[in-house]
């Protein structure tokens, strides 16, 4: 294998982590920017606050994208093993 092979392997690695870890970082995201404008139109200043809803909706958005995460996931080994295969 050279460069270029180890280059495509590391930059679908790369896609793949950003597939399956986006969906769940934007829930966090979305999550935290509504608590933030909620708490900063409010005054309210409560810590716990910001990290229940934020747990809760990021663990619904797990179980809801885990289908989703596990399909591409093994589909990236099925094509990562059928790489390591054809060197052989």
Same mark, same amino acid.
């Given at each position: 294998?050279n460069e270029?092979g180890?280059?495509?392997?590391?930059?679908?690695?790369?896609?793949?982590i950003?597939i399956?870890?986006?969906p769940i970082?934007m829930?966090?995201?979305? /999550?935290?920017?509504?608590? !933030? =404008?909620?708490q900063? @139109?409010?005054?309210i200043?409560?810590?716990t606050?910001?990290?229940v809803?934020k747990? /809760?909706?990021?663990?619904? !958005? =797990?179980v809801?994208? @885990?289908?989703?995460?596990?399909?591409h996931m093994t589909d990236f080994?099925?094509?990562?093993?059928?790489k390591?295969i !054809? =060197?052989?």
């Amino acid at each position: 294998m050279n460069e270029i092979g180890v280059i495509e392997i590391g930059r679908e690695a790369f896609w793949m982590i950003l597939i399956t870890g986006g969906p769940i970082l934007m829930a966090g995201l979305v /999550i935290g920017l509504l608590i !933030a =404008l909620f708490q900063a @139109l409010t005054s309210i200043q409560e810590m716990t606050l910001v990290f229940v809803p934020k747990i /809760i909706v990021i663990f619904v !958005a =797990l179980v809801l994208m @885990l289908p989703y995460m596990i399909n591409h996931m093994t589909d990236f080994g099925e094509e990562i093993f059928d790489k390591i295969i !054809a =060197l052989g």
